[in-house]
């Protein structure tokens, strides 16, 4: 069993940086995929980015390229989310999510893939 725990939300100002921190405890970090999703009130989680278990190879929503990185450190079992430039339309509650399965042609990216979660952290950017 899996536990994360997010850290880093906060309020910022359109076009300011905030980085997230998920550390996790109770197995082999270095198996998982690691994944960040959002969600906002009424709408469903939506994927933002993930990374493979060696830290290799990531991926992200369209709508995030080029301005989130995502990173992981498995000897610190933590996985990073920096966020710059962001948009009021990044506002939401981030989670941290693992999966102990994973694909060798395509990334998950839908919820039901991830197998873990953590309790979220909210983000919120004033225009």
Sequence with gaps: QVQLVESGGGLVQAGGSLRLSCA???????RYT???????PG???EFVAAIR???FSTYYTDSVKGRFTISRANTKNTVWLQMN???????GVYYCAASAT???TNFFTRANEYDYW???TQVTVSS
């Design 24 to 30: 996790a405890s109770g197995g082999t970090f270095s």
């Design 34 to 40: 690691m994944g960040w999703f959002r969600q906002v």
């Design 43 to 45: 709408k469903e989680r």
């Design 53 to 55: 278990a060696t830290g």
């Design 85 to 91: 430039t962001l948009k009021p339309e990044d506002t």
């Design 102 to 104: 994973s694909s060798p």
């Design 118 to 120: 953590g309790q979220g």
